[in-house]
């Protein structure tokens, strides 16, 4: 399947990524819950986000995990919403995952505009 495999292969990528573009604990705990290792990973400036298509335009509508100081801010740029500033890095995981949206599956092959909202 086209779109497994290019989710796939973009998580190898960000899981490779060296300590100068990621923290390495970022993506190996996202990778580690199945609600976002179905996802497609983005990285920027740090920043571990989430797109539910996997073609640009993404769509941001996933939190979005920041390290900041000794813990974490998680965002949502679609609207900008604070989800919270946990502690841990698995806090952080957590509530990307207890604030997606309604009928969150696989990455689809397309851009936002295809992703189906419910």
């Not at 996802?39 to 989430?50: D, E, Q, R, T, W």
Request: glycine letters at 12%; proline letters at 6%.
């Amino acid at each position: 399947m086209l779109t497994a495999d290019t989710v796939d292969e973009q998580w190898k990528l960000v899981l490779g990524m060296g300590d100068g573009q990621i923290s390495a604990e970022i993506p190996r705990a996202a990778y580690a819950r199945l609600e976002l290792r179905q996802l497609y990973p983005l990285v920027s400036h740090g920043v571990l986000s989430f797109s539910r298509c996997i073609r640009f335009p993404w769509l941001e509508d996933v939190g979005t995990i920041y390290r900041r100081g000794e813990g974490y801010l998680v965002r949502r740029a679609s609207d900008g919403a604070t989800l919270g500033t946990p502690d841990t890095i698995e806090e952080a995981v957590d509530l990307i995952v207890a604030n997606l949206p309604a009928g969150t599956g696989p990455a689809i092959d397309g851009t936002a505009e295809d992703v189906p909202r419910g």
